[in-house]
């Protein structure tokens, strides 16, 4: 089984930043061979694909709406995934979510295997 915590949310104002933690762990949990995501969810909606890294090659890849203001990144000493939120704006409102996906990067949580709690950010204007 795999648990991943994630830490960091909160409440800035609008063009502020915050920066998103992710540990993953796991007895058997091999960081290397995942690619984690981070997705996100506003009530009633479906949660929306943020951005995700191959935590093997470090390769990242965001949804449209967040290029040039998050970056993910990955620690493999210390089994973290980040995600820096730079230039916030209210519609980044939303619970955050880590997830762990053992084969490849995919912008669908369905693919996902395992989900952190949640951490909230709220960004006001």
Not at 25 to 42: A, D, E, I, K, L
């Amino acid at each position: 089984q795999v648990q991943l915590v994630e830490s960091g949310g909160g409440l800035v104002q609008a063009g502020g930043s915050l920066r998103l933690s992710c540990a993953a762990s796991g007895r058997t949990f091999t960081f290397r061979n995942y690619v984690m995501g981070w997705f996100r969810q506003v009530p009633g909606k479906e949660r929306e694909f943020v951005a995700t890294i191959n935590v093997r090659s470090g390769s990242p890849y965001y949804t449209d709406s967040v290029k040039g203001r998050f970056t993910i990144s990955r620690d493999r000493a210390k089994n973290t995934v980040y995600l820096e939120m730079n230039s916030l704006k209210p519609e980044d409102t939303a619970v955050y979510y880590c997830a762990a996906n053992r084969y490849h990067s995919s912008t669908n949580a369905g693919e996902y295997d395992y989900w952190g709690q949640g951490t909230q950010v709220t960004v006001s204007s």
